[in-house]
């Protein structure tokens, strides 16, 4: 089974602190993920990543940035945390040239910017 | 550019009573489809998938959905539901280019009671 794991569940962070979300994926996947949760929003897509070091912006990228310097990491960045990005982020994994191929997720870290 | 609307954001219904989560879709080019749960304080987790062929198509935990093409609807059934099929459902839909990053539907709250 393919497990995606993200290194915080729970994260309390300060307004203007940076912040690091960290997700790591074991089943050798080429494209990552990230999309941010919010009640009566859906899921909302941030950044995503095809290859080590390449990246694209999603629907909302503005006020994270994305990390991936391995092929089985994906970071995500809030440079200036801000109480707006208080929200469920959620990581998830697929594998390439297979666009029909479904999405493997991790459990979420819910941020909290106070 | 491809859009997804959930008309309900929240369906009660009794346990044993059958269930249906509507679907509308919207997209200029071919699709696939699906639909995804997450139950609560987890990631979601695929339920079933259209790629091509039969329009009905089945999926895990007694779910089943249909493909209709002329009213872009993917509509979500089960016949008899549990306590336990509580959870959150999202309809995405994804072009069929290679690059193409799947869109979600803002959800609808599946509420079984006793």
């Known amino acids: 089974d393919v497990k995606v794991t993200q290194s915080s569940r729970y994260l309390v962070k300060r307004t203007g602190e940076k912040v690091f979300l960290e997700c790591v994926q074991d089943?050798?996947?080429?494209?990552m993920f990230w999309y941010r949760q919010d009640p009566g929003l859906g899921l909302r897509l941030i950044y995503f990543?095809?290859?080590?070091?390449?990246?694209e912006k999603g629907d909302i990228p503005e006020g994270y940035s994305v990390s991936r310097e391995k092929k089985e990491r994906f970071s995500l960045i809030l440079e200036s945390a801000s109480t707006n990005q208080t929200s469920m982020y959620l990581c998830?994994?697929?594998?390439?040239?297979?666009?029909?191929?479904?999405?493997?997720f991790g459990n979420g870290t819910r941020l909290t910017v106070t | 550019a491809q859009s997804v609307t959930q008309l309900d954001s929240q369906v009660p219904v009794f346990e044993e009573a059958p269930v249906e989560l509507r679907c509308n879709y919207s997209?200029?080019?071919?699709?696939?489809l699906f639909w995804y749960v997450q139950y609560p304080n987890q990631g979601l987790q695929l339920l079933l998938k259209?790629?091509?062929?039969?329009?009905l198509v089945k999926g895990i935990n007694g779910f089943e959905a249909e493909f209709n093409k002329s009213q872009t609807s993917f509509h979500l059934r089960k016949p008899s539901v549990h306590i336990s099929d509580t959870a959150e459902y999202f309809c995405?839909?994804?072009?069929?280019?290679?690059?193409?990053?799947?869109?979600f539907g803002k959800g609808t709250m599946l509420l079984v009671s006793p």
């Open positions: 089943m050798d996947h080429e494209n």
């Open positions: 259209y790629l091509s062929g039969s329009t």
């Open positions: 998830a994994s697929s594998l390439q040239g297979h666009y029909n191929s479904p999405l493997h």
């Open positions: 997209s200029s080019v071919s699709v696939y």
């Open positions: 990543s095809y290859d080590v070091k390449m990246k």
């Open positions: 995405a839909v994804r072009g069929d280019s290679g690059y193409s990053t799947l869109t």
